[in-house]
């Protein structure tokens, strides 16, 4: 069981937009933690695509966005493209672990 | 650019020792924490443990799972970051990432590496 929370599935039609969460607690989260996420393709390494809670890497398109409120973050992806189709983690520190936390991942299907 | 390549994974038995090593490029490895990551494949990701920068004195952690039986190395000068595992379990199998890491997210991965444990 995961420290954070993300919903094991989320799906949506090209074009739509689709939202998924990533639930945390006090010790994490709510404690200030940044939050950042990351893309994993099957039998691919994860690729960081949102750092310190809204920030994109140079390359991520700008239909990737994300936000952070109280024990919870949230990643939105806009004008969903086929291509879009992969895994999601969550990422935090959890000062209670001292230790760095992942959700459990969040699979987007295209549909 | 970056590059994080991992080797040494392979099949080892229950109670066995490994160590995988990561070679790094394409950045002053000195100045980077650099962290492993494990994913049980079908599964979630699962940070393992961490050696903090040459400023920071190279201070490892590690998560509870793995704390008392792995152990994080630098062999600073050709750039590879090492991990010792000892005591194996099943449930250690996994494939082993190496991540560059830039203030506890994670900039850069490795292609990974496949430890099984089994007899």
């Known amino acids: 069981q995961s420290v954070l929370t993300q919903p094991p599935s989320v799906s949506g039609a090209p074009g739509q937009r689709v939202t998924m969460s990533c639930t945390g607690s006090?010790?994490?989260?709510?404690?200030?933690?940044?939050v950042h996420w990351y893309q994993q393709f099957p039998g691919k390494a994860p690729k960081l695509l949102i750092f310190r809670n809204i920030n994109r890497p140079s390359g991520v398109p700008d239909r990737f966005s994300a936000s952070k409120s109280g024990t919870s973050a949230s990643l939105a992806i806009t004008g969903l493209q086929a291509e879009d189709e992969a895994d999601y983690y969550c990422?935090?520190?959890?000062?209670?672990?001292?230790?760095?936390?992942f959700g459990g991942g969040t699979k987007l299907t295209v549909l | 650019e970056v590059q994080l390549v991992e080797s040494g994974g392979r099949l080892v038995q229950p109670g066995g020792s490994l160590t995988i090593s990561c070679a790094a490029s394409g950045f002053i490895f000195s100045s980077y924490y650099m962290t492993w990551v494990r994913q049980v494949p079908g599964k979630g990701l699962e940070w393992v443990g961490r050696s903090a920068n040459k400023v920071d004195n190279y201070i490892t952690n590690y998560a509870a799972s793995v704390r008392g039986r792995f152990t994080i190395s630098r062999d600073a000068s050709g750039n590879s970051l090492h991990l010792l595992m000892n005591s194996l379990k099943i449930e250690d199998t996994a494939v082993y990432y190496c991540?560059?890491?830039?203030?506890?997210?994670?900039?850069?991965w490795g292609q990974g590496t496949q430890v099984t444990v089994s007899s």
């Open positions: 991540v560059k890491e830039n203030w506890y997210y994670y900039e850069d």
């Open positions: 006090s010790p994490n989260i709510g404690a200030s933690s940044d």
């Open positions: 990422q935090s520190y959890d000062n209670s672990l001292s230790a760095s936390v």
